[in-house]
Each structure stands twice: as structure tokens, then as C-alpha cells.
């Protein structure tokens, strides 16, 4: 089984500023990890996902994350955020034996302010 | 466009009433999920299936009840039985054979029992 801690429930942000949402998950078998973003009364959009190669991963946005099997963290970054970023981003991870089962993280509130 | 509907958008029903929220997928994907969304408890997964007339129950399944007759079609029935029905549901399907396994979602019912 899996389970995925997301550390911080809210981040506010000054606009153009840098941001990191972490994420920690833990599992007995190779992962495949995700990150979506919600925004207030969507449904969820899938921003970036890691399934082997390159650890550094770019997805829509702006938004990238890096996957650190050592540390079993798949942080989500991005250089500047903008208003519209202002959403509640998910991390979520599965098992490879179980690719499409998904275990989500309890979310991280991202709060721009102009 | 290919996509995932749920409708409606949002549901009012009176304590004791089952109700039923259609969610349908044009992907032609073979997995089909729901979940339910409380504020600051991500997502919880309710059932899920995985080919036609086959589901399985989720974390939450109590007080809720599914078909899948075919493939595009995965409706939810939140039935008298389930305590708090008040929630965000969020209804989302992926491919099975593919490696990348992500789940698309759809836009959500809100759902409001009084």
C-alpha cells in the first residue's frame, strides 16, 4: 500500500515570488507519482507526472518536480507564481503493480497575494 | 471533445432520499472511479471498475451503490444509509493497458442533503 503526505496545508505567496509544495510518500514498490491542481469548484487537471527516466519533470504552467527516490519526495516548484495560480494543488502516487490506483494526498492550498 | 461529464453541477435533495449523480466518459477508457471531496481531506476513494459489470468498493463505500452496464457510463447512488452525504463527488476514468495510467476527472457534483 501506499500513503502520500503533503506537509503543508496552506502557502501563501507574494506574486512573482518562487514556490515549493512538498510532498513525501511512502511505499514497499516502485512509484509512479503525480501532481494536479484543482481549481475552486473543478474538477482535477493533471499537471506533471513522473513515471522513470529523468528525475526533473516539466509539466503545464510553469510548474516542474523533481522526484528524489532517496528521500521519497516529489516536490512541486515553480521560478514565479502568478495570480491565477492561487488553486489546491494534489500529490498522488501509485504502486507500479497497481499503475491506475491512485492514493491521494490530503492537498496544499496555494494562496497568491497580489 | 473527449472529455468526462458528470451532471448536474449541483444537487439539493431532504434526508432520507437516495439520489443518483450520472457521470459519463467519451475516452473510451476502461476504468472508471468516484470519489468524495471534504474540505482539508483530499480525495477518498469511493468505488472504482475496471471492466463492465464489475466494481469494487473503495475506502468509503458504505451508504453508497454503483453500476457500470457499460463501458461510458459509471453512475453513483448516495443512498439514505450514508450518514453525511453533504460533499463534493468527483467522478474520474483511465486506461487500463497504457503505462501511464493517469485519471482524468471530471468537473464534480456538489451535493447538498438537508
Known amino acids: 500500500a501506499q500513503s502520500v503526505t503533503q506537509l503543508d496545508s496552506q502557502v501563501p505567496v507574494f506574486e512573482e515570488a518562487p514556490v515549493e509544495l512538498r510532498c513525501n510518500y511512502s511505499?514497499?514498490?516502485?512509484?509512479?507519482l503525480f501532481w494536479y491542481v484543482q481549481y475552486p469548484n473543478q474538477g482535477l487537471q493533471l499537471l506533471l507526472k513522473?513515471?522513470?527516466?529523468?528525475?526533473l519533470v516539466k509539466g503545464i504552467n510553469g510548474f516542474e518536480a523533481e522526484f528524489n527516490k532517496s528521500q521519497t519526495s516529489f516536490h512541486l516548484r515553480k521560478p514565479s507564481v502568478h495570480i491565477s495560480d492561487t488553486a489546491e494543488y494534489f500529490c498522488?502516487?501509485?504502486?507500479?503493480?497497481?499503475?491506475?490506483?491512485?492514493?491521494f494526498g490530503g492537498g496544499t492550498r496555494l494562496m497568491v497575494k497580489p | 471533445d473527449g472529455g468526462i461529464t458528470q451532471s448536474p453541477k449541483y444537487l439539493f435533495r431532504k434526508e432520507g432520499q437516495n439520489v443518483t449523480l450520472s457521470c459519463e466518459q467519451n475516452?473510451?477508457?476502461?476504468?472508471m472511479y468516484w470519489y468524495r471531496q471534504d474540505p482539508g481531506q483530499g480525495l477518498r476513494l469511493i468505488y472504482y471498475?475496471?471492466?463492465?459489470?464489475?466494481?469494487q468498493k473503495g475506502d468509503i463505500a458504505e451508504g453508497y451503490s454503483v453500476s457500470r452496464e457499460k463501458k461510458e457510463s459509471f453512475p453513483l447512488t448516495v443512498t439514505s444509509a450514508q450518514k453525511n452525504p453533504t460533499a463534493f463527488y468527483l467522478c474520474?476514468?483511465?486506461?487500463?493497458?497504457?503505462?501511464?495510467?493517469?485519471?482524468?476527472f471530471g468537473p464534480g457534483t456538489r451535493l447538498t442533503v438537508t
Open positions: 471498475s475496471q471492466i463492465v459489470n464489475d466494481f
Open positions: 513522473y513515471l522513470s527516466g529523468s528525475t
Open positions: 474520474a476514468s483511465s486506461l487500463m493497458t497504457s503505462p501511464s495510467y493517469e485519471q482524468y
Open positions: 511505499s514497499s514498490v516502485s512509484v509512479y
Open positions: 475516452l473510451n477508457h476502461d476504468a
Open positions: 498522488a502516487v501509485s504502486g507500479i503493480n497497481a499503475g491506475n490506483m491512485l492514493t
